[in-house]
């Protein structure tokens, strides 16, 4: 079974992502063709942490822990310690790529999160931790 999940990607954080990228890169070069370098590392980090949770954004299930895992920044949730999963629908920051997200809400917090494969990550979940209260209408089936 495979235990990581990408995040699913819609339209609108495609288009969002790939604008910010472009703008970035222009700014590097207008900045390198004027001289004025000044804030080029500003722009070169940006850059590099956008592409970065672009690529690595995905959720793995391993050793009864969800690992949520976007660019540099990592979360580490035990399943056991998850109450409820729900749909949520939201443009808030996030380890997700689209704005079809599922709340996973657990004692110390809750986390957003886009599973491509939707309906075999929950029910790996579900068969970990059986408590899990999950109200995700309408899931996307798996491909």
Same mark, same amino acid.
């Given at each position: 079974?495979?235990?990581? *999940?990408?995040?699913?990607? /819609?339209?609108?954080? +495609?288009?969002?992502?790939?604008?910010?990228?472009?703008? =970035?890169? !222009?700014?590097?070069?207008?900045? $390198?063709?004027?001289?004025?370098?000044?804030?080029?590392?500003?722009? =070169?980090? !940006? =850059?590099?942490?956008?592409?970065?949770?672009? +690529?690595?954004?995905?959720?793995?299930?391993?050793?009864?822990?969800?690992?949520?895992?976007?660019?540099?920044?990592?979360?580490?949730?035990? !399943?056991? &310690?998850?109450?409820?999963?729900?749909?949520?629908?939201?443009?808030?920051?996030?380890?997700?790529?689209?704005? /079809?997200?599922?709340?996973?809400? *657990?004692?110390?917090?809750?986390? $957003?999160?886009? #599973?491509?494969?939707?309906?075999? +990550?929950? &029910?790996?979940? &579900?068969?970990?931790?059986? &408590?899990?209260?999950?109200?995700? #209408?309408?899931?996307?089936?798996?491909?």
């Amino acid at each position: 079974m495979n235990n990581r *999940y990408k995040s699913d990607k /819609d339209v609108f954080f +495609f288009t969002l992502n790939w604008a910010t990228i472009v703008v =970035l890169l !222009i700014l590097v070069w207008m900045a $390198l063709t004027t001289g004025s370098v000044l804030f080029i590392p500003v722009w =070169l980090i !940006i =850059l590099m942490f956008v592409v970065s949770t672009w +690529f690595v954004t995905n959720y793995e299930i391993q050793n009864n822990h969800l690992r949520v895992r976007s660019g540099i920044l990592n979360w580490n949730i035990p !399943i056991d &310690k998850i109450e409820r999963i729900g749909r949520k629908r939201s443009m808030n920051s996030g380890p997700a790529h689209s704005r /079809d997200r599922l709340e996973i809400v *657990y004692s110390g917090g809750s986390i $957003l999160i886009s #599973p491509e494969r939707e309906e075999q +990550f929950l &029910k790996q979940l &579900k068969s970990i931790n059986r &408590k899990i209260v999950v109200d995700v #209408p309408n899931v996307k089936k798996d491909a």
